[in-house]
């Protein structure tokens, strides 16, 4: 639990207090003085007697008992003042705002470790250091501004950068977004991302608590943790957006597997937030507008009115609602159609978008609303574009739009664009407890974001049966490596995953009399691979189609001579469209399942899903139609489609093994070739890590 002290002190203390305003103990002190804090405010520099018409204490030795400490001194003297602070004054809440810590250096990763082992010691909570601190309803204790409008129903805001937070509450404030708390965790010495989560997890009030979370976060240190916390919290009704940055090399690795060349680091934060049901968002001006939207009512469905006085922007609005996959419904035929353009100017369009012209007034757009809420049934919510060149004031139509807020069951979502022209009435808007959106794209990209990322998946799924004692004795009897095709055969029988059956030989004499047993023709071709080069493709270690006895003695004494080869597999040959599933181990995200279009193009076009196991069928059945060439599945140009059941069950069967088996570190079954019939593996490599 958070110390009372950090959240809601009754005395604070700034330790590197100054009157110049321009330095963090100065801004620190003036925010402080200015917030809604009500309790004792005491000072302490040994230069100063009195800073901003406070008292000021030469050192922390002569204070009275505290219950909160913000240090803005530099990091050789936090040691000694936390020491004293401890156990001497009572003190339990600190922000460390000063740097020169484990960021820096060995010699200042020290410092902190002692400071965090002496507030631990009394139970205490540390936000920071290097950080630009902390606020809530109760106080500011920070020194960056701007100082956002604190509401009990705004926005928490957990951050790992505090610049990056300066930027954020810049924009959201612009826009009229509130805030209930802002916590710039800086180096995470003690509370980190995971921990704020975790409180608000378990001290979640229905009735008080904010149900809007806001994340911008550089690493995931615990991401089971964030997964249990996020899924609890928005399974009690809160939205979470998030920002993770650094994912485009922080991943990347020399790969000895397909999967291991799919699985960067920002792959499996893809999959942790889908599955805890955070919408995942690229900068700051996505993450502030997926957070506005969460403070309308929620969306019911994906069918939008566009309404606009403006034809270009709800152009674009169509289109990108229409490519995120919404809905803009034609209401140009709809009964209610005819009486509704009768109210407009002459040349209005009611075909949606819904174009009232430049002209079109207040009551006008109160018309069109009031149609939307109660005639259009196809409608889900409506978007309302209504700028101005500047010709006219828009007072009455933002008043009106409010008015039409509060009334309708339907959200209804504002763009106002003219930011100069009209940004005092917009300001009114604003103040009066509204959001607006003055980009239209940007409020259609996060519309689609929030209404396709799907809810938490459950804690515990119900995974498919497999032989788990058969699993583990195959796993305890073979070493850490690749493992024998004998040996992962039986881990694939035993977890019920289909695959071809198949034949190691090493001498001509058994190829011609496996090719004998089985009948090699034309209409039993056959399938010879090298075993033991990684990539047998590259090093023209596949040979299709072979019908006859002659071809299999020649190709065996091909393949054979191979660098690296110790033997041949054969087996008949089968036909579909090449899919695959993978799974690779990460020491903090587990096992991640890939599964998508596979064959040798695999890493060139990278179209697959991932996800964290364990993953139902269910969920990877849905997740299947998300891939670019789901309709290759499907079947086309008369190929055969991929069974979509059977598949996605072979992928709940890799999850389940994998969770039986957690010493599996890499696994690729790529090909697996699907049809109606059949979605059966051909090719497989499993590594272990014991």
């Given amino acids: 639990m958070i110390a009372k002290e950090l959240l809601n002190p009754k005395s604070i203390v700034i330790c590197g207090a100054s009157s110049d305003i321009h330095k963090p103990g100065g801004k620190a002190l003036k925010n402080l003085l200015e917030s809604n804090f009500k309790g004792q405010v005491y000072a302490v520099n040994p230069k100063e007697t009195e800073v901003q018409g406070i008292k000021c204490y030469t050192k922390v030795e002569d204070l009275p008992q505290v219950d909160c400490a913000i240090l803005c001194i530099a990091a050789k003297f936090c040691s000694q003042t936390v020491d004293v602070l401890t156990q001497q004054k009572g003190t339990k809440g600190f922000i460390i705002i000063s740097a020169g810590f484990s960021e820096e250096n060995a010699e200042g990763a020290a410092i902190e470790k002692h400071i965090v082992d002496s507030i631990n010691a009394v139970g205490g909570?540390?936000?920071?250091?290097?950080?630009?601190?902390?606020?809530n309803t109760n106080y500011a204790g920070c020194f960056d501004t701007p100082i956002p409008t604190l509401d009990p129903h705004g926005v928490d805001f957990i951050t790992g950068s505090g610049a990056t937070a300066v930027f954020i509450k810049e924009y959201g404030i612009t826009n009229g977004l509130t805030f209930n708390s802002v916590w710039a965790v800086g180096n995470s010495a003690q509370l980190g991302i995971e921990d704020v989560l975790e409180h608000l997890d378990e001290t979640f009030d229905p009735e008080k608590s904010s149900r809007v979370i806001m994340l911008y976060m550089e690493k995931v240190g615990d991401p089971q943790r964030l997964l249990k916390h996020s899924r609890s919290l928005i399974n009690k009704g809160c939205h979470i957006a998030a920002i993770k940055s650094?994912?485009?090399?922080?991943?990347?690795?020399?790969?000895?597997?397909?999967?291991?060349?799919?699985?960067?680091?920002?792959?499996?934060?893809?999959?942790?937030?889908?599955?805890?049901?955070?919408?995942?968002?690229?900068?700051?001006?996505?993450?502030?507008?997926?957070?506005?939207?969460?403070?309308?009512?929620?969306?019911?469905?994906?069918?939008?009115?566009?309404?606009?006085?403006?034809?270009?922007?709800?152009?674009?609005?169509?289109?990108?609602?229409s490519n995120g996959g919404m809905e803009i419904p034609s209401l140009k035929d709809h009964p209610a159609s005819p009486a509704l353009l009768e109210k407009l100017f002459g040349g209005s369009s009611v075909g949606n978008p819904i174009d009232f012209l430049a002209t079109g007034t207040a009551e006008?757009?109160?018309?069109?609303?009031?149609?939307?809420?109660?005639?259009?049934?196809?409608?889900?919510?409506?978007?309302?574009i209504f700028g101005s060149p500047g010709l006219?004031?828009?007072?009455?139509?933002?008043?009106?739009?409010?008015?039409?807020?509060?009334?309708?069951?339907?959200?209804?979502?504002?763009?106002?664009?003219?930011?100069?022209?009209?940004?005092?009435?917009?300001?009114?808007?604003?103040?009066?407890?509204?959001?607006?959106?003055p980009e239209e794209c940007v409020l259609g990209n996060a519309l689609c974001k929030v209404y396709n990322t799907p809810k938490p998946q459950p804690e515990n799924v119900e995974q498919p049966a497999i032989d788990v004692e058969r699993i583990r004795k195959t796993v305890d009897r073979c070493k850490s490596g690749y493992m024998e095709i004998a040996d992962y055969n039986e881990l694939l029988d035993a977890a019920g995953i289909s695959r071809k059956k198949s034949v190691e030989v090493d001498k001509v004499e058994d190829a011609l009399a496996f090719a004998k047993e089985v009948g090699c023709s034309k209409d039993v071709p056959l399938v010879m691979k090298v075993v033991g080069p990684l990539?047998?493709?590259?090093?023209?270690?596949?040979?299709l189609g072979v019908k006859d006895l002659e071809t299999v003695e020649k190709e065996f004494n091909r393949l054979i001579v191979i660098p690296e080869t110790y033997a041949v597999e054969m087996y008949p040959m089968l036909d579909g469209t090449d899919v695959y599933i993978g799974a690779i181990k990460d020491p903090k995200f587990g096992h991640q399942i890939f599964f998508g279009l596979g064959g040798i193009f695999i890493e060139?076009?990278?179209?697959?899903?991932?996800?964290?196991?364990p993953i139902t069928a269910a969920e990877a059945k849905e997740m299947l139609t998300k891939l670019r060439g789901?309709?290759?599945?499907?079947?086309?140009?008369?190929?055969?489609?991929?069974?979509?059941?059977?598949?996605?069950?072979?992928?709940?069967?890799?999850?389940?093994?994998?969770?039986?088996a957690p010493e599996i570190a890499e696994m690729d079954l790529n090909p697996l070739l699907g049809n109606p019939r059949y979605v059966t593996a051909v090719d497989a490599r499993i590594r272990l890590e014991k």
Avoid: W
């Fill in 125 to 135: 909570s540390l936000i920071g250091p290097n950080c630009t601190g902390f606020l």
């Fill in 246 to 321: 650094g994912g485009s090399a922080a991943g990347s690795r020399a790969a000895s597997s397909h999967t291991g060349a799919l699985a960067t680091n920002d792959a499996a934060v893809d999959a942790l937030f889908r599955k805890a049901g955070i919408v995942r968002c690229q900068n700051r001006q996505e993450l502030t507008t997926v957070c506005g939207v969460f403070m309308y009512p929620e969306l019911k469905g994906n069918r939008c009115a566009v309404i606009t006085h403006a034809g270009g922007p709800a152009v674009m609005l169509t289109d990108v609602l």
């Fill in 364 to 384: 006008q757009l109160g018309y069109i609303i009031d149609a939307v809420e109660n005639d259009y049934e196809d409608i889900d919510f409506s978007v309302v």
């Fill in 392 to 437: 006219f004031s828009n007072r009455e139509v933002y008043k009106l739009l409010d008015e039409k807020m509060k009334t309708c069951k339907k959200p209804i979502f504002p763009v106002l664009p003219s930011i100069i022209n009209v940004k005092d009435e917009i300001q009114e808007f604003i103040d009066r407890g509204r959001i607006n959106f």
């Fill in 535 to 543: 990539h047998k493709s590259d090093v023209g270690g596949v040979t």
């Fill in 604 to 613: 060139v076009l990278k179209d697959v899903q991932s996800a964290l196991a």
């Fill in 630 to 660: 789901y309709k290759i599945l499907e079947g086309v140009r008369g190929q055969e489609p991929v069974n979509i059941d059977l598949y996605a069950e072979q992928v709940a069967r890799v999850s389940a093994l994998v969770q039986a």
